[in-house]
Each structure stands twice: as C-alpha cells, then as structure tokens.
C-alpha cells in the first residue's frame, strides 16, 4: 500500500490533551502516515485553549455544540458532521478516543461507512451504565465498534477480552495523558495567567480542586461546596485552589458556598500547561476528573475522588487515589486525615504510575503501521511493572 491515511477525531478539552501526542506521533511517522485532524468543538474555548497551547491546527471543523444542547442533538450533529468528510477523505482508519458523545458518535458515523475505527483509551469499565454517565456507554459503544483498541492497562485489555473482543486487536499501550503531562511539567515554571505566580507555595499546603461531572450535578455538587467550604475554614496551613468549571451546574454550586471562603483562590479554567504545573505544585487534589487520577500519580499528589465508582481502578489498587464519594464528612475526613497523617500521605505520594511511562502515543503508532503490514514486529505492549 501507499501512505496509511488516518484521521483523528475529538472534540472536548480532555480528548485534545490526550489526542495531541498521537497526532504528532502520527505527524513525525509522514513518510508512511498521511494525518488529518477533525475536531468537533464539543467543547469549543476550552477545545481551542489546548489546540492552541500546542500549536496544534485542524484539518476539519464540525463547531456542533449549541447553548443548553442536549446529548442527543450532540450526537446528531456529530454524524452529520462527520460523514460527508468521511465520504470525501476515505481514510483507512478513523481514530478516537475516550468516552464522549464525540467518541461514540464518531466511531458509528465511520461504522455506518464501513471505515475501520481505533479506539485509544479502549476497555475502561465501571459495569454501571450511569456512572460515569454518559461516558460509560460511548466507551462500550466505540469498543464494540472499533476494529483496534488501545488498552492503556493490562486491566482494561482483561475488560476487552471478557467481553469477547479479538485478542489480536488488543494493544496494550499506556495512556497517552502521562506523555503530554511529561512534556508539559517543568521546574521552575512561571504560570501564564499571573495572579497564580502570587499564590503562596511555600508556607501554605495548597489543595487544588476540580469538579464538573454530570453525575454529581445537584445534591452531589451541593455536598461537595459545603465540604469545601468546612475544609477551608479547618486549617490556617492550607489553601484552596479551586477551578470553577464553565458549567452553570458545577459554577453556581461551587461559587455560592465557597464565594468568601477563608484561604480560598477561586478561577476559572485555565490553560493545560498552568494546570498540570499548577498540580504538580500542590499538596492535594480533590476531584472527580478521570484524567487527574491518571495524571497526579507522576507527580506524587495523593488525589481524593468524588465519585462513588471509578473506571479507573489502578489507580485504588496502587494506592494512588481514595474515592470519597460526596459525602460531606467522608470527603473531610479523609481531607484531614491525609493532612495529618505523614505516613499514609508519603505512601500514597511515592507510588508508580500504574496509567504509563510517556510512550503511549508512539506504541500506538506503532501498533498501526503493524496493522496495515508497514512494520513486522508487533508493538510490546506497556507494563506497569517494567
């Protein structure tokens, strides 16, 4: 065959963070590979912030979302979208990843046309459809439908074969979140937006704070404010650092109980590169993100889950994380106690990132070009162990 034609399909601030090591990757191997992007724009500013911190440039533009959009006229607009590219480019391979509305969406628009799919981030499970909801079912979704799945673990490969899925289309890669953190953290690092070069790091330990999932809209992000709010107000050594998510159903909750809060920096998002230095920078995370319980394992920051379930339970087994639901007093006392208890703090902060080792996004390329007969070794595949 001549050049492999791939192209890349995302569209929220997380796919882009996790997409941008694969894109270049693929855009490094030109010789064999023929790249496009084509974003969605799921999430348009936040989408546009990470596009542009790594000069990133699309091929294609869906621009879908609409004020108060539903998931259902998300996804029609996704396959209307994507399908009159997909009938012009004709790719060998369209390539997703994740678990949203974009991911699943994608993946059936290049089903519908008979255009193999890649699933990177393949065979994460809860085994509760609404948790996280709706990221659970466009995970299963693009599985079932993808003709290559980049497992990230060795766990999520074992949730693939379980469910059947061909042996042979499993990869088992890393997750590409931990090669754009390692390019990304740096010592010494001066943050863009300047009022948090003025955050006091040295005699304060800082927690830092992000939630926004749709599952813990209402009383879950009510309980996790008051949580918040008791937690700011216990301790003259720490301060909150509190991202307050664009979403009105995570901004009005966090901003009403912690709008004066002692100790309390509030912002809005900001861009990736001030984030993950800004983590690496902390003392303690609270969120119920998926990609921060990937992340923070290699920085050392314990990270305290709000969520009952998680779809990542490496991150439980290694020690890593503690799922504190949101519940007002869980979430205060194991705040506390990780704050008051150096051992379990140290064990917590010294263990191995069991997600990867900066090297996902090469594997998959890799794992492709042996797919289509371009290469004749089969990828080795990621061991947290090694």
């Known amino acids: 065959m001549g050049s492999l034609k791939v192209i890349s399909v995302f569209g929220t601030r997380p796919e882009a963070i996790k997409m941008i090591p694969v894109v270049r990757a693929l855009q490094e191997h030109h010789s064999l590979i023929e790249s496009r992007v084509l974003v969605t724009a799921q999430h348009r500013q936040m989408l546009d912030q990470v596009l542009n911190d790594f000069g990133v440039q699309s091929d294609y533009d869906l621009d879908v979302m609409r004020p108060n959009q539903t998931l259902a006229e998300t996804t029609r607009r996704v396959l209307e979208g994507l399908t009159p590219v997909l009938e012009k480019e004709r790719p060998h391979m369209v390539l997703v990843h994740g678990d949203t509305a974009t991911t699943g969406s994608a993946a059936l628009a290049a089903y519908y046309l008979r255009i193999p799919v890649g699933h990177i ?32 673990t060795q766990l999520s490969k074992r949730n693939l074969l379980n469910e059947g899925t061909d042996p042979d289309s499993i990869f088992v890669t890393g ?29 304060r330990r800082n927690i830092l704070v992000e939630v926004h999932r749709r599952e813990n809209f209402g009383p879950g992000m009510e309980n996790i404010g008051q949580a918040l709010a008791t937690l700011a107000a216990s301790r003259e050594d720490i301060q909150l650092l509190v991202s307050v998510h664009r979403n009105p159903n995570a901004r009005e909750p966090i901003l009403r ?12 998002p900001i861009d990736y590169p001030d984030y993950v230095n800004l983590m690496n920078r902390a003392y303690l995370i609270i969120t119920d993100s998926g990609g921060v319980q990937e992340e923070a394992p290699s920085l050392g920051v314990p990270t305290l889950v709000c969520r009952d379930k998680t ?13 504190v639901g949101t519940d007002r007093q869980v979430i205060v006392d194991t705040a506390l106690e990780l704050l008051d208890n150096r ?39 990621f061991s947290s162990g090694s």
Do not use: W
């Open 121 to 152: 981030e393949a065979g994460l499970r809860t085994g509760d459809k609404y948790a996280p909801f709706p990221e659970e079912i466009m995970r299963k979704i693009a599985d079932i439908i993808s003709d290559l799945h980049f497992a990230p």
């Open 175 to 203: 997750n590409t979140a931990v090669d754009t953190l390692l390019m990304t953290v740096k010592d010494g690092y001066r943050f863009r937006e300047e009022s948090l070069n003025k955050i006091d790091f040295e005699s």
């Open 257 to 268: 109980h912690l709008t004066g809060a002692p100790r309390t920096v509030l912002f809005d």
């Open 311 to 323: 779809e990542r339970p490496e991150a439980l087994d290694a020690g890593t994380v503690v799922l």
């Open 343 to 381: 051992a379990k703090y140290e064990r917590m902060s010294q263990v191995k990132n069991p997600f990867g080792d900066g090297r996902a996004a090469e594997r998959i390329v890799q794992a492709l070009l042996f797919r289509y007969g371009l290469r004749r070794d089969r990828p080795e595949d």
